[in-house]
């Protein structure tokens, strides 16, 4: 016996979501675990270096098991066709009609929207990894030619990118009508309070990654040092110059320094004094 474990994520115009690759993972460990041999194929768009379809003949399995997403749509139907020889099974899966071929293609079918069965994804182990809250600098004119908001931009999530870790993108901007956003200042900090650590250019999202106790990996958009770079001083808190943006090592560096800081109060805030306008005002009375 030697099964493909197939799904969603193994096709090349399929979708890979976080329910179907943990449902993989569970199938797979399942049968790890009663010593059956088996492939799992991927998509090339989601793992370009893995084994994907092309690379499994159907003469080398007896059986192909497809698992979690919808029984429907001509992928799952040629999937019948290309392992015509082996014996399929589904399992997790939703079944829209079960008079689809994609659905009678099987031999066997466990449902899961039977109200009794639970998903496959419950199944599978999950390591933490951390949640990395980011907020990038939109462009800033005033910066003229010293801003190099693209270019340290492409670098830095290029560097998140490949990094173990949840990425949550945030905007300091607020909304009312929109739900993507924010509407109010305290709904931003208190989403900011949830990250083990905050990736910014902002000055804002140094500032407010802070005040919220979360510490903050900065890199400062414009060379030579601006607005975050003054507020780092300001603050006691380092930042990462334009012109290093593109220095992994280093950033790598930082980010184990704040995540080791997680949890133990990595700032005391400074509370700046507001003395000097109000004894502004009250002069001019």
Known sequence: MRVLLTGWASFLHGEAT???VLSLRAAGAALTGAGIDHDVVWSPGFRPGARHLPDASPGDYTHVVFACGPAHGPQVRALHERYAAC???AVGVSVVDPEDP?????HRVFARDDGVT???????????TPVLGVILAPHQPEYGGAGRHGEVHDAL???LAGLDCARVPLDTRLAHEDWQRCATPDQFVSAVSKMDAVVTTRLHGLVLGLKAGVPVLAVDPVAGGGKVTAQGKALGWPVVAAEDAGDTALLGSRLKWCLSRVGNDPFIGKVPSLAGLVDELVGSR
């Open 157 to 159: 999530t290029g560097w």
């Open 102 to 106: 994609a659905v009678t293609g099987f």
């Open 118 to 128: 639970p998903d496959l994804s419950l199944a599978a182990s999950v390591s933490a």
């Open 18 to 20: 976080a329910g179907d």
């Open 87 to 89: 014996r399929r099974i």
